[in-house]
């Protein structure tokens, strides 16, 4: 069930990092630069200014926090 509380404009969300670096994930065999919302909810491979980066990972728009699994992907909310 989908709580009012978790839709992106009612949350202020945490980002445990500088959103105005360089953000990118790896997919498909490269790094793409993303968004500072796609990358506090992406479960794999993540670098800012091209140093690895280990923080904490996030369903796409809430601060509810993401078990990770080993496959790469942006979790949402179920």
């Given amino acids: 069930m989908v709580?009012?509380?978790d839709f992106i404009f009612n949350?202020?969300?945490k980002y445990e990092f500088?959103?105005?670096k360089r953000l990118e994930?790896?997919?498909n065999g490269?790094?793409?630069q993303v968004s500072?919302?796609?990358f506090r909810s992406w479960s794999g491979k993540r670098r800012i200014d091209n140093k690895?980066?280990?923080g904490a990972v996030y369903y796409?728009?809430?601060n509810k926090p993401y078990r990770r699994k080993k496959k790469a992907e942006i979790p949402t909310a179920k």
């Fill in 3 to 5: 709580r009012r509380e």
């Fill in 25 to 27: 994930i790896y997919n």
């Fill in 36 to 38: 500072p919302d796609i």
């Fill in 52 to 54: 690895p980066f280990d």
């Fill in 60 to 62: 796409l728009g809430s």
């Fill in 18 to 20: 500088n959103v105005g």
């Fill in 30 to 32: 490269g790094w793409l």
């Fill in 11 to 13: 949350v202020t969300l």
